[in-house]
Nanobody
């Protein structure tokens, strides 16, 4: 089992920045991907970003490319999502997940953290 705990959400004005953190514990394997997804009210869950834990290759959804950056801290088994140039369209619950591929087959999920961007 892997436990994931997100933190760092909150309220920010358009154009601002936030950094989300996801701390993993339990049987987290270096072969996993750590990913971020988001879901806004009335919308489907959307892939945001992922990082390969072993080689740090990164992957991004089209809507966040150039604005968001995913990174990891190996010693703490923590992934970060730096979000810049936020817009109200980025408002959603952001979930951290651990899985076997960059965008699919995620096995473990965090509880989510709310990000609200005001105009």
């Amino acid at each position: 089992q892997v436990q994931l705990v997100e933190s760092g959400g909150g309220l920010v004005q358009a154009g601002g920045s936030l950094r989300l953190s996801c701390a993993a514990s339990g049987r987290f394997f270096s072969t996993y991907y750590m990913g971020w997804f988001r879901q806004a009210p009335g919308k489907e869950r959307e892939f945001v970003a992922a990082i390969n834990w072993s080689d740090s290759n990164t992957y991004y959804g089209d809507s966040v490319k150039g604005r968001f950056t995913i990174s990891r801290e190996n010693a703490r088994i923590t992934a970060y999502l730096q979000m810049n140039s936020l817009t109200p369209e980025d408002t959603a619950v952001y979930y951290c997940a651990a899985g076997r591929t960059p965008q699919y087959d995620y096995i473990y999920w965090g509880q989510g953290t709310q990000v609200t961007v005001s105009s």
